[in-house]
T-cell receptor, first 114, second 112 residues
Framework: DTAVSQTPKYLVTQMGNDKSIKCEQN?????MYWYKQDSKKFLKIMFS???????INETVPNRFSPKSPDKAHLNLHINSLELGDSAVYFC?????????????FGPGTRLTVT | GDSVTQMEGPVTLSEEAFLTINCTYT??????LFWYVQYPGEGLQLLLK?????DKGSNKGFEATYRKETTSFHLEKGSVQVSDSAVYFC???????????FGTGTRLKVLA
């Protein structure tokens, strides 16, 4: 059983298109995150939801819109894709917002924009 | 703001060598500290953590001690294996911020 799963694993698309990445966790966690990892492995937080409520919204272009239909799911929709959006996107979850909790990461979605 | 500084990689070692990956942090509050490992093509996995000063986290032969006086959380392993080849991330989280700050990652390559 995969604890945190993401679909798709690979996504190749053209500039200007709109795409979505889905994330699901079966750990019963309250908090979920989206990260972007660039080609140099730098990991940057994008969004976080706690019990379906947005609690972190970093300086991300508003072409990126997260949505949490329930505690177990956090999706990421990207409009008007640009070359610079090419990266690996990771979903993660944690039991709650306490700083003592570790995060559980999904396998990542490699997005390539051509 | 809060930050994590890791040693630049890549680090290349022979099998059974001793490993140290340095990590220092800056935090306005009292953080929890973590080491994560990322194997090729995979997501990050927690390796170990420490939530208060002088705590030692350990897992799979890896250890790190939370040193408040030197604001450090260096990762060590006495004898590395080829299977330890991966990218290692130091991270912190501070109460009330709801987020984690990751270091830039250190790539480790272990040669047989």
């Amino acid at each position: 059983d995969t604890a945190v799963s993401q679909t798709p694993k690979y996504l190749v698309t053209q500039m200007g298109n709109d795409k979505s990445i889905k994330c699901e966790q079966n750990l019963g966690h309250d908090t979920m995150y989206w990260y972007k990892q660039d080609s140099k492995k730098f990991l940057k937080i994008m969004f976080s939801y706690n019990n379906k409520e947005l609690i972190i919204n970093e300086t991300v272009p508003n072409r990126f819109s997260p949505k949490s239909p329930d505690k177990a799911h956090l999706n990421l929709h990207i409009n008007s894709l640009e070359l610079g959006d090419s990266a690996v996107y990771f979903c993660a979850s944690s039991p709650g917002t306490s700083h003592v909790y570790e995060q559980y990461f999904g396998p990542g979605t490699r997005l390539t924009v051509t | 703001g809060d930050s994590v500084t890791q040693m630049e990689g890549p680090v290349t070692l022979s099998e059974e060598a001793f490993l140290t990956i340095n990590c220092t942090y800056t935090a306005t509050g009292y953080p929890s500290l973590f080491w994560y490992v990322q194997y090729p093509g995979e997501g990050l996995q927690l390796l170990l953590k420490a939530t208060k000063a002088d705590d030692k986290g350990s897992n799979k032969g890896f250890e790190a001690t939370y040193r408040k006086e030197t604001t450090s959380f260096h990762l060590e392993k006495g004898s590395v294996q080829v299977s330890d080849s991966a990218v290692y991330f130091c991270a912190l989280s501070t109460s009330g911020t709801y987020k984690y700050i990751f270091g830039t990652g250190t790539r480790l390559k272990v040669l047989a």
